[in-house]
């Protein structure tokens, strides 16, 4: 049903009489309908420019543009808006060019009132299918929205894989668009052919028991390699668009979840593990989590204090005290860190370290440390601050200790003796340092790098040792500084050192190992000591840098130990053992494992040290070979996959020395190559030779002595034939390159072998072929020139110069209708016999389209010898040569100068017919229509004779339209049953009780429906004439037919009247039938008289007609 919104119409018509009447029914017929009306196609794509419409109904006969022209800029624009060509000029012709251009439907102008009821129901189906097209779109649009906005993954999958319908998050998680990945399978984007077997699997598995599956997790590698984790449902599916089965799934991506859940546990884990204890309360500070570190402060077990206060674990005073001086803190400003006293369960208190943070519920998290024992080695700092103090002042080298202002804590005598200045501690502590090191700059080389260095400490704040000073006396002291925090606060101690004498011991050393070390890092050798009475180990700086630690990190032999893979460890640990205790030297090659988790690999060695017979230490070496097992790895992998490779080509690869003394490589194709096995090659490096066909073998032998006195040219191809022992004689194609040392030097041949027998039967084929071919060219050049001589239409070709037509060649034909002279044609300007205006067409761009590759169909006038103009269809082709190049066409004009000329005049019957169905039709419509509105109102007999007109207006006009359209003459005569055709005649005529005898038992060529049209004008004017219980017979002549009646008769007088357009003896008749019978014979060439019946009645007769010739007849 239409919509209470109404239909919109725009109706088009250039009668605009015609077109308000056709709205006002329309409108009275169905009150939803609002049609609105405009004159021309252009007023109707204006008013669509501008407002909406749901159909429109549109003449076809139109000045400007007509109804097909109107509908193809419309659909332009709007492919589906329902059009509906409405006219008075029917014909098959107009209905298929308007079913081709995308009309809705299509409706002949009638009369009486039927057909606007037609129309109207027209209009409504055509809106009714549009509407319900654009839901289904709007619905299915509205559906792909939402799954494309769906996280999940949404897709249908037949049972190959194949994906009919996807949304974005699953193109997204193959790395695609949707459009390519609907209609693609998930093998065509999937890395991982087991995920596809594991889809494939599940989707087997729930199209064959028709049950959904839920798949708690699977695997999904995405097109960037990250793996997801996912949650599937999959369930059966019924595609509407295939008959396949299929199924539905959608997959939650779950990766975060479990990530998630993973970190919590580790979280949790860690928690529990913290040595930290950790708790939370609630918002009443009530413990509803606590690990086992919280509660093992207390002495209690975590379960015990769930549910109980933090009061429960705290004294009167210390309760009153956090909740005057904690808590406040707490809600102010969210956190307190500091020190609280707590209670264990025998009553003993804990000093404890806390950390409060608020939660947004209102709870809290509480960290805390027992702090007892620190507090009780402060106790004990203090006692032994004393002793200290003379300690600083036996140590041998000069300390000065000073507070965060700067201020002297503490010094010693021995640190003005260090500086060459002797000092008085007790005077200097409580002085300002950086007025006493003003006082002691001048005991340096570079007195203000002094005291720049020792604001530079300050600042940064980090510990400094053994810092090499110069003094003024050329004296080396080395100083520590060491920031370090004292109850009070922070604190410096500098300590000065005198190391002259072992600067001076420490840089020959250090000459002399110098070399050494230069080595170690050269070779990336470590070395490394193990004395077995102290379980010492040393190492050297190599030994720390090939296992990526500091020189500063104290290795012990554990560590040392517990470095190796864990897979070559207990290897170690058996070679080691065996060296200390028997002294049994090793050299292994292992793995260690860095600090940074990189795997190495190590050449170690081990010896033995021995004191009187006794081991008393085990040394070694330690190599880093990591880069050459990499190498030899690699090798070993190119080697397999060249092996792999090679095993499975059938190409012959081989590997020799440059004097093929022996066999370094041979794949198992040598076989289906030579006829030799593998082991043969390795055998006899020559082997090869052997099946190579004699008449090939001396020029191989040849090439072969080339190779070793180096006159050969690099690389070699050679093609030869090998006598197979299986396989007969093949071709093969062999391909030799070296392979030089680092000299540059040949020192291998490597080579490559191939099949090639397919190829060269195929190039002796192409060959003989070939050859063929030339032989059938020649033998179709001869019957080509014969065609073109007898071929029934005139040809010409032509050569282009400056891209002008000249003829080089042209036919009889050519000559016989143009008239001129054979001679005088040959080298002419085709355009010398063209008329001024086809010249015309021919030089603004005709002739280029031929030359450039088009095919040419069209008109062309050409002139005579004796001046006649002679119409030609032309029928143009590129002309080329063997190798493709354009160099002219071929031209064949068709004489249609005959069949123009019918043309024309059927042109003109045409028009006369369209301006008679327009400009009569028209006002013939809107009069009836008029009398039908009329007849709504009021009941009228002037109405009713007003009718009868009208009709008969219209019977006038279909008779005038016939007798112009049945003058054209027939060109498509067809076989046909005569007297058929006669007895369907007869029955579709309003007889009454006439009879009719029907004597014809041939067949007949004419053009059917227009013979039609013949017989029932007869039978009409038979029965109008001679009343309804006429008898008619039809008979046969001897080069025709005759109809005659038994009826008055027609008087001699008005034999040469009856023919004529409009003349009629009767009231309702109108005069056209018998002339229209005279055109359709006319048409047909044949001959028409009227003589008196056998029985006193009309008799026509039809001569000059042509029947099939039945079988025998000549």
Not at 164 to 171: G, I, M, V
Not at 225 to 234: A, H, Y
Not at 499 to 510: D, G
Request: proline share 3%; glycine share 6%; aromatic share 8%.
């Amino acid at each position: 049903m239409i919509e209470s919104t109404g239909v919109s119409v725009l109706l088009v018509d250039d009668d605009p009489a015609l077109a308000g009447l056709t709205a006002d029914i329309l409108s009275e017929q169905e009150s939803q309908f609002a049609v609105e009306t405009v004159t021309s196609a252009s007023e109707g794509l204006d008013r669509l420019a501008t407002d909406n419409f749901d159909c429109i109904v549109s003449d076809y006969d139109m000045p400007g543009q007509n109804g097909i022209e109107f509908l193809k800029t419309v659909r332009e624009e709007d492919p589906a808006l329902p059009f509906i060509l409405y006219t008075g000029k029917g014909s098959e012709a107009v209905a298929s060019d308007a079913i081709a251009a995308g009309v809705t439907d299509y409706l002949q102008k009638d009369s009486g009132t039927a057909q606007y009821t037609i129309l109207a129901n027209q209009i409504r189906n055509a809106v009714e299918r549009h509407r319900h097209r654009d839901r289904a779109q709007a619905t299915r649009d509205q559906l792909r929205q939402i799954i494309d906005m769906l996280p999940q993954l949404v897709f249908a999958k037949d049972e190959t894989g194949e994906f009919l319908l996807a949304n974005e998050a699953t193109a997204d998680a193959y790395g695609t668009s949707v459009n390519n990945l609907e209609g693609a399978t998930d093998a065509d984007f999937a890395d991982s052919k087991e995920q596809v077997s594991q889809f494939r699997s599940d989707d087997q598995a729930v199209i064959a028991s028709g049950e959904p599956k839920q798949i708690p997790k699977e695997t999904l590698t995405t097109a960037d390699g990250e793996t997801r984790l996912l949650e599937t449902t999959k369930i059966p599916y019924d595609p509407v668009e295939t008959d396949s089965n299929a199924v539905l799934g959608i997959s939650t991506d779950i990766t975060q979840r479990k990530k998630r859940k993973t970190e919590l546990e580790m979280q949790s884990a860690a928690m529990e593990a913290a040595m930290d204890g950790i708790s939370i309360l609630n918002e009443d500070h009530e413990y509803i989590y606590m690990n086992q570190a919280h509660a093992d402060i207390f002495d209690y077990e975590a379960g015990e204090l769930l549910g109980s206060t933090w009061r429960r674990l705290y004294g009167d005073d210390e309760i009153t005290r956090i909740e005057r001086d904690v808590l406040p803190v707490v809600e102010e400003k969210g956190e307190w860190r500091g020190e609280t006293v707590g209670k264990r369960r025998d009553g003993t208190t804990v000093s404890q370290e806390i950390t409060l943070s608020l939660l947004d519920d209102g709870g809290l998290i509480c960290t805390n440390r027992d702090i007892t024992e620190r507090k009780e080695r402060e106790q004990k700092i203090k006692q032994t601050n004393t002793v200290l103090r003379t300690i600083v002042e036996n140590l041998p080298m000069g300390v000065l200790v000073e507070d965060a202002e700067r201020d002297v804590l503490m010094a010693n005598d021995l640190l003005g003796e260090t500086l060459g200045k002797p000092i008085d501690s007790d005077q200097l502590v409580g002085r300002d340092c950086a007025a006493a090191a003003e006082e002691l700059k001048n005991q340096f080389a570079d007195p203000e790098g002094f005291i720049q260095g020792i604001a530079d400490r300050i600042e940064r704040r980090e510990a400094v040792q053994n810092e090499e000073l110069t003094l003024a006396d050329n004296r080396v002291v080395e100083r520590d500084y060491v920031p370090y925090t004292l109850p009070e606060g922070e604190a410096i101690l500098w300590l000065y050192r005198d190391v002259t004498e072992r600067k001076q011991r420490k840089e020959e050393l250090e000459r002399s190992s110098q070399f050494l070390r230069d080595t170690q890092e050269v070779a990336a050798v470590g070395g490394w000591e193990f004395t077995i009475q102290s379980e010492s180990l040393r190492w050297s700086d190599e030994m720390y840098h090939i296992h990526g630690v500091s020189r500063e990190t104290n290795v012990t032999f554990e560590d040392a130990i517990e470095s190796y893979h864990p897979e070559d460890r207990e290897t170690l640990e058996k070679a080691f053992n065996g060296l200390a205790t028997e002294g049994d030297p090793y050299e292994l090659e292992v793995r260690i494992l860095t600090v940074e988790g990189d795997v190495r690999w190590i050449s170690a060695l081990g010896e033995p040290e021995y004191e009187d017979d006794e081991i008393v230490a085990v040394q070694g070496t330690f190599q880093d070979i990591t880069e050459r097992k990499e190498r030899e790895q690699e090798l070993r992998m190119v080697r397999e996959r060249f092996e792999r490779f090679a095993g499975n080509v059938q190409d012959a690869f081989f590997l020799l020395p440059t004097d093929y003394s022996e066999t370094k490589y041979v794949n198992p194709a040598v076989e289906t190559i030579y006829g030799i096995t593998p082991e043969e090659a390795y055998d006899d490096p020559t082997a090869w030779l052997r099946h190579v066909h004699t008449d090939d073998k001396d020029e191989l032998l040849k090439n072969l002595e080339a190779q070793q006195d180096g006159t050969v040219e690099w690389p070699i191809e050679q093609e030869f034939r090998v006598n197979h022992p299986n396989r007969g004689v093949r071709w093969v194609q062999a391909r030799l390159d070296v392979i030089t040392n680092e000299n540059g030097d040949p020192f291998r041949i490597t080579g490559v072998t191939t099949d090639i027998t397919r190829r060269i039967e195929r190039k002796q084929q192409l060959e003989q072929q070939t050859e063929e071919l030339e032989h059938l060219a020649n033998k179709y050049e001869s019957q080509y020139r014969t065609l073109f001589e007898e071929a029934p239409v005139m040809t010409v070709l032509t050569r282009s110069e400056d891209d002008r037509p000249i003829i080089e060649d042209y036919n009889s034909q050519f000559v016989e209708t143009l008239g001129y002279d054979a001679d005088a044609i040959t080298g002419s300007k085709l355009t010398e016999f063209y008329t001024p205006e086809s010249e015309e067409e021919l030089q603004s761009g005709g002739y280029s389209r031929s030359i450039n590759g088009e095919f040419t169909r069209e008109k062309r006038n050409l002139v005579a010898n004796d001046g006649e103009v002679v119409e030609a269809l032309l029928r143009s082709v590129p002309r080329r040569t063997a190798d493709g190049e354009i160099i002219g066409t071929v031209a064949m004009y068709i004489d249609i100068t005959e069949r123009e000329s019918v043309k024309r005049t059927n042109k003109r019957l045409e028009e006369f017919t369209s301006v008679v169905s327009h400009d009569l039709r028209n006002p013939l419509q809107i009069a009836t229509g008029g009398i039908e509105m009329a007849s709504i109102e009021c009941d009228s007999d002037y109405l009713d004779e007003a009718k009868k007109g009208l009709n008969r207006m219209e019977t006038l006009i279909d008779d005038l339209l016939m007798l112009a359209r049945e003058g054209k003459e027939v060109t498509d005569a067809q076989p046909f049953d005569l007297a058929t055709m006669i007895n369907g005649c007869w029955e579709t005529v309003d007889t009454g009780q006439a009879a009719l005898f029907n004597n014809i038992e041939r067949s007949i060529l004419a053009d059917k429906s227009r013979l039609k049209q013949v017989f029932e004008n007869l039978f009409r004017n038979a029965i109008e004439h001679g009343g309804s219980d006429v008898t008619v017979t039809v008979g046969e002549l001897d080069d025709g037919f005759y109809i005659e009646d038994d009826g008055p008769g027609i008087s001699s007088e008005e034999y040469d009247d009856i023919f004529e357009a409009g003349y009629s003896k009767s009231a309702d008749g109108t005069g056209f039938g018998l002339s229209i019978v005279e055109e359709i014979i006319a048409a047909h060439d044949w001959q028409i008289r009227v003589t008196g019946g056998s029985d006193g009645g009309a008799r026509f007769e039809v001569m000059d007609v042509e029947f099939e010739k039945s079988s025998g007849e000549v």
